[in-house]
T-cell receptor, first 110, second 112 residues
């Protein structure tokens, strides 16, 4: 199993640009999550999904959108990038008590 | 979810046991204690969790006090690769939909 994969690993955006962060898991987990981590801080939940077609907001959803058309994929969309969205983004999935995290996407907005 | 308090940093000599404390004085009866760690620039990694009994797996041991208001994660023989930020998280168990709330964690530095 590849586990949780994320692409791209790094990205630099200009203010106002849009992009989609990709996340995929091959463990057949129903639950998937998106977190962001600012420098020196803990992770904060952006959005989560309990299954295909079902998503909900987390602690810091503003400026982001998600979709969940399949069990495997959970993309995160930034529509109008802002400097405040400079962060490392982690995707995770879970079936029971344990969350499995991807390697992260480091995003810089200039 | 109950809040947790951890020391911001700790040092440990390589080969010695690392004991990482966590206070969770407002923990509820149905809340579990989870430990994750994050090695530099990587995604967090699950270590162990427990409700009230002590737990042990191939990575670590978890000691929970009888009143459940505090716990200690023990890495029995710390190696340089155990250098990481360790997060103690309290949340209701048995439901994958319950989100993890990460605080500041403890930055463990294992030294040669």
């Amino acid at each position: 199993n590849a586990g949780v994969t994320q692409t791209p690993k790094f990205r630099i955006l200009k203010i106002g640009q849009s992009m989609t962060l990709q996340c995929a898991q091959d463990m057949n987990h129903n639950y998937m999550y998106w977190y962001r981590q600012d420098p020196g801080m803990g992770l904060k939940l952006i959005y989560y999904s309990v299954g295909a077609g079902i998503t909900d907001k987390g602690e810091v959803p503003n400026g982001y959108n998600v979709s969940r058309s399949t069990t495997e994929d959970f993309p995160l969309r930034l529509e109008l990038a802002a400097p405040s969205q400079t962060s490392v983004y982690f995707c995770a999935s879970s079936k029971a008590d344990t969350q499995y995290f991807g390697p992260g996407t480091r995003l810089t907005v200039l | 979810d109950a809040k947790t308090t951890q020391p911001p940093s700790m040092d440990c000599a390589e080969g010695r046991a690392a004991n990482l404390p966590c206070n969770h004085s407002t923990i509820s009866g149905n809340e579990y204690v989870y430990w994750y760690r994050q090695i530099h620039s990587q995604g967090p990694q699950y270590i162990i969790h427990g409700l009230k009994n002590n737990e042990t797996n191939e990575m670590a041991s978890l000691i929970i006090t009888e009143d459940r208001k505090s716990s200690t994660l023990i890495l029995p023989h710390a190696t340089l690769r155990d250098t990481a930020v360790y997060y103690c998280i309290v949340r209701v168990g048995g439901n994958a939909g319950n989100m993890l709330t990460f605080g500041g964690g403890t930055r463990l530095m294992v030294k040669p």
